[in-house]
């Protein structure tokens, strides 16, 4: 049974950057899309971005899109997100999950899921 890990969650402030890491075990890393997605208190776990096996095609949500950016090492077997200009409503558990395929975009296409990481931040 494989599993991801997430760290870098914390309290900051509005306007600030945070990274956060996720690495992956069990599995056959490079063969897979990744995922970072949320969720908030009262709302549904949503995707936030993910990127193909190769590391060279990504997606993000409109919500984050030109603020945060997704990256992998598949040696390292790790995927990335890097979060810039963060606001209130970016606070939520951040959960990465390994897709089913090569690249994935819905929930339903991630089949490995990590137990998330705390994002807080204040205004």
């Known amino acids: 049974q494989g599993q991801s890990v997430e760290s870098g969650g914390g309290l900051v402030q509005a306007g600030a950057s945070l990274n956060l890491s996720c690495v992956v075990s069990g599995r056959a890393f490079s063969r897979y899309g990744m995922g970072w997605f949320r969720q908030a208190p009262g709302k549904e776990r949503g995707l936030v971005a993910s990127i193909h096996s190769n590391g060279k095609s990504a997606k993000y949500a409109d919500s984050v899109e030109g603020r945060f950016t997704i990256s992998r090492d598949n040696a390292k077997s790790t995927v990335y997100l890097h979060m810039s200009s963060l606001q209130p409503e970016d606070t939520a558990v951040y959960y990465c999950?390994?897709?089913?395929?090569?690249?994935?975009?819905?929930?339903?296409?991630?089949?490995?899921w990590g137990q998330g990481t705390q994002v807080s931040v204040s205004s």
């Open positions: 999950a390994i897709g089913r395929t090569s690249w994935g975009f819905r929930a339903s296409e991630f089949a490995q």
